[in-house]
């Protein structure tokens, strides 16, 4: 396991990824310790601002091209872009289970989810994890 290859890469990608790792911490955290409390809450919005960081930082993102310069997780960036915001507001409004659902999904989705998928040979997080596959003796 190297970050060079996180390293090198062109921007977005490497504060895209680190942006996510930070989501992936912090989000973790949340759904383990207590709710409700001021830290969650603090906690919440840096992990909400996070999540917006890495999907619009996605748009920049080409490696996939199935439709123009886009693919279908571009799809997955709009849609976090609409949960993020409205899962923060149902907290606001106090509707807790609303908020969790939103949370929980956003979490198991689009950043674990969407994660896995980074791990596909010939992208970036593949060669940060498995190391970068080598041609000849």
Request: glycine share 6%.
């Amino acid at each position: 396991m190297s970050l060079q290859p996180l390293l090198a890469a062109p921007s977005p990608i490497p504060w895209h990824a680190f942006a996510a790792f930070a989501a992936l911490a912090i989000g973790a955290t949340q759904l383990a310790l207590p709710k409700g409390t001021l830290r969650h809450r603090i906690a919440g919005y840096v992990w909400a601002a996070l999540m917006l960081v890495i999907a619009v930082s996605s748009f920049w993102i080409h490696d996939i091209r199935l439709i123009g310069p886009f693919s279908p997780i571009h799809l997955l960036s709009i849609l976090v872009l609409v949960t993020v915001p409205l899962a923060v507001w149902h907290a606001h409004d106090h509707r807790v289970a609303k908020h969790r659902k939103s949370m929980i999904a956003l979490y198991v989705f689009a950043l674990v989810g969407a994660g896995i998928f980074t791990l596909l040979p010939g992208r970036v997080m593949h060669d940060v994890v498995f190391g970068v596959a080598r041609a000849g003796p």
